[in-house]
C-alpha cells in the first residue's frame, strides 16, 4: 500500500498468522503441494506439512521441510517427537488441507483409519478440513469413493476440486486436482468463516422432508436428504451459535453439540418449531415440510379392495410454520428472530422466491431449481431479499450455509 506522501506500509496478508497444516497424499500431484504449500506462505500462513509413505514415493521430504520452514511429519512411530505428533498437529492447526487426496486416502479418512501421521492428525484434529482430491476419473467416480465423499461432506468436510483436465495417464477426464492458487482460495475462504462470529446466537434450523402417515406402514413423503438444513446447524455450531436441530426423518447424524429435536411429521415439527420460536434470534427453515396430510390416516393397514382400479386420497392442508412465524412476528412488531425460507421450484425460480418472502413475511429466502441441487452436495442458489437477489453459483451446501449465516448475521446487527 502506497500513501500519497510515498510512504510505504506493509500490506496485511490474507493468511497472515494462520496455522495451515498441508497433508500430503501418495500421488503424482504431491509435487503441486510444493507449489500449495509456498504459495500459503506467500499468503502469510504458517504451513507445517505432514507426509503419508506413499507421498514420500513422489517427493522428498525434505522438499517440504525446505519450503514450509518446519520439520515433515512422516512417522507416527518415530520417537524424535516429544509426545504424540498426530495429537499435537492436530491441535496446532486452524484448517488442515488434503492435497492430493487419493482414493485411498479418502476411503480410508472417511472410514476413520488411523495408521498412519496423516489419518491419525485427521481423526485427531477439529479445525475445518478441506479435501483436494486427484485421481483418476474411473477412481473418482468407483462408487466407494463417491460414498467416502460423500460421508466426509456429511462430516462436515469441504473439498476444492477435483476439475477436469489432462491427468497424469494421458487422458483428459474429471479428476485432476486444482491448481494450488485455488487451493488456497479455499483455505482462504474456510478461514475467514471459522471466526466465532456468532458466539451466543440462538438459531433454530429444520431440516429434511416431514412424512404423513396413510396407514402404519405407508406414507407420504418428498426427497429431502436433510443435507442442507443439517450443513446450516454444523456451520452455525462452528461460528458459535447455539443450535437447535429439528429434523425429520433422514439418513444423516445430527451434529454433535446441537439440541436434536426429532419429528415425523408436519403438525410435530409444527409443534416442535413453535414451542421453541420465542427463545430463538433465528429460524432457518429448510425443511421441506409437507403442505398436505392424508385427512384420515388409519391405524390399520390398509388394504386394496378386490377388483378396484382407481381411488382417491382426501388430504387436508397442514399448518405453514414459516408464514405463521411471519404473520406472528409482525403482530408482535418485532425485528426478531430473523426468518429464514427456503424455496425448491422447477420454474419460475426468482418469482417464485419473491412470492413466498412477501406472503410468508420472512427477511430470506433461499431458492434453488430441483434439478441444481434437491439431495446433491451442491446448489447453484439465489438469496432473495427486500434489497434483491443474488446468485451464488455453483457452491458445496456448506458453503451455502455460510453465504446464509452471513446474511442472519447482518440483519441481526442491523438492530
Ligand atoms: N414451510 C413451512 N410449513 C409448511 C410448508 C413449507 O414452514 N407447511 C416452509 C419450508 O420450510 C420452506 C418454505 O416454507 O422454508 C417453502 O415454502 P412453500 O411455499 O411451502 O414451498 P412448497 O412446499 O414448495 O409450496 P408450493 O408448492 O406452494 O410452492
Redesign the pocket.
Known amino acids: 500500500m502506497t500513501t500519497r506522501a510515498g510512504a510505504h506500509f506493509p500490506t496485511r496478508l490474507a493468511l497472515q498468522g494462520r496455522r495451515v497444516l498441508v497433508c500430503v497424499g501418495g500421488g503424482i500431484a504431491a509435487y503441486k503441494a510444493l507449489e500449495l504449500v509456498r504459495e500459503l506462505k506467500r499468503r502469510g500462513a504458517s504451513v507445517r506439512v505432514a507426509m503419508t509413505p506413499a507421498a514420500e514415493r513422489f517427493v522428498a521430504p525434505l522438499s517440504f521441510a525446505a519450503l514450509s520452514g518446519e520439520p515433515v511429519a512422516r512417522d507416527l512411530w518415530s520417537d524424535a517427537h516429544r509426545g504424540e505428533i498426530h495429537v499435537e498437529l492436530g491441535a496446532w492447526a486452524e484448517a488442515v488441507v488434503v492435497a492430493p487426496a487419493t482414493a485411498n486416502l479418502l476411503v480410508r479418512a472417511a472410514s476413520g483409519l488411523c495408521d498412519d501421521v496423516v489419518l491419525a492428525t485427521l481423526a485427531c484434529c477439529r479445525a475445518p478440513t478441506l479435501f483436494a482430491p486427484a485421481m483418476h476419473e474411473r477412481m473418482w467416480r468407483h462408487a466407494p469413493v463417491a460414498r467416502a465423499v460423500r460421508r466426509l461432506r456429511d462430516d462436515g468436510a469441504r473439498l476444492v476440486g477435483p476439475v477436469t483436465g489432462p491427468l497424469a495417464s494421458g487422458e483428459v477426464g474429471e479428476g485432476r486436482m486444482s491448481e494450488p492458487s485455488e487451493i488456497a482460495d479455499a483455505v482462504e475462504r474456510i478461514l475467514a468463516s471459522t471466526g466465532a462470529d456468532l458466539e451466543g446466537v440462538r438459531v433454530l434450523v429444520?431440516s429434511g422432508p416431514t412424512l404423513e402417515d396413510l396407514d402404519p406402514v405407508r406414507f407420504l413423503g418428498n426427497r429431502s436428504t436433510g443435507r442442507m438444513g443439517h450443513a446450516l446447524a454444523r456451520r452455525a455450531l462452528a461460528r458459535g451459535a447455539h443450535v437447535t436441530l429439528i429434523s425429520g426423518p433422514v439418513a444423516l447424524e445430527p451434529p454433535p453439540g446441537a439440541e436434536h429435536v426429532a419429528v415425523r411429521s408436519?403438525l410435530q415439527m409444527h409443534e416442535a418449531v413453535l414451542a421453541r420460536a420465542d427463545a430463538q434470534d433465528a429460524i432457518v427453515?429448510a425443511?421441506a415440510?409437507a403442505?398436505w396430510r392424508p385427512a384420515e390416516p388409519s391405524t390399520d393397514k390398509l388394504k386394496k379392495p378386490d377388483g378396484v382400479t382407481e381411488t382417491t386420497l382426501r388430504l387436508v392442508r397442514?399448518?405453514?410454520?414459516?408464514a405463521e412465524l411471519g404473520a406472528w412476528r409482525a403482530a408482535r412488531g418485532q425485528r426478531r428472530p430473523v426468518l429464514v425460507?427456503?424455496?425448491?421450484e422447477t420454474r419460475d425460480l426468482e418469482q417464485?422466491a419473491r412470492e413466498?418472502l412477501r406472503v410468508?413475511r420472512c427477511d430470506l429466502v433461499v431458492a434453488n431449481l430441483a434439478a441444481d441441487g434437491f439431495g446433491g452436495d451442491e446448489d447453484v442458489a439465489l438469496l432473495v431479499d427486500e434489497d434483491g437477489v443474488a446468485s451464488t453459483g455453483r457452491i458445496d451446501k456448506h458453503a451455502l450455509a455460510d453465504l446464509v449465516l452471513d446474511r442472519v448475521r447482518a440483519r441481526l446487527a442491523s438492530g
Open positions: 429444520t408436519a427453515m425443511a415440510v403442505d397442514n399448518p405453514d410454520i414459516l425460507g427456503f424455496a425448491v417464485a413466498k410468508k
